[in-house]
């Protein structure tokens, strides 16, 4: 019996693999077509639809996947992404990384001050009746 190397999978056919019936996910450099997993995904279908055309391997190991949850993927198996496609999925987040922090910044810095003028605002009042 001889044995196949694994297939190449190119970001042109990964990113074709986007919708919730032909569903792939990147973790840790390999394929896997999680389209038949969707809606047993105890996390919901939203979880893996929204790691569409990602590499989803941070996403994956921050939750904390269990040993049996790990055990599923060799039966999603596709095959490991092309090499070149690595390095633009690795830019890919980080740009997305960049843009979110950016939006995020100017929000919560006013935010915070919001909360802050008012309770300043307030004991001003308070100090301002008291005397009078």
Do not use: C
Not at 44 to 71: I, K, N, P, W
Not at 87 to 108: C, F, M, N, R, W
């Amino acid at each position: 019996m001889a044995s196949s190397s694994p297939k190449t999978v190119t970001l042109e056919q990964f990113k074709e693999h986007t919708q919730r019936k032909n569903l792939y996910v990147l973790l840790s450099g390999k394929v896997y077509d999680v389209s038949k997993f969707i809606d047993e995904h105890p996390g919901g279908d939203e979880v893996l639809l929204a790691q569409a055309g990602q590499d989803a391997t941070d996403s994956f190991e921050d939750v904390g996947h269990s040993d049996e949850a790990r055990e599923f993927l060799p039966d999603f198996y596709v095959g490991d992404i092309d090499e070149a496609a690595v390095g633009v999925l690795k830019k890919e987040v980080k740009a997305a990384a960049q843009s979110l922090q950016t939006a995020i910044d100017p929000g919560s810095n006013f935010t915070f001050l919001i909360p802050v003028a008012l309770l300043g605002a307030y004991f001003a009042w308070r100090y301002y009746s008291a005397s009078a």
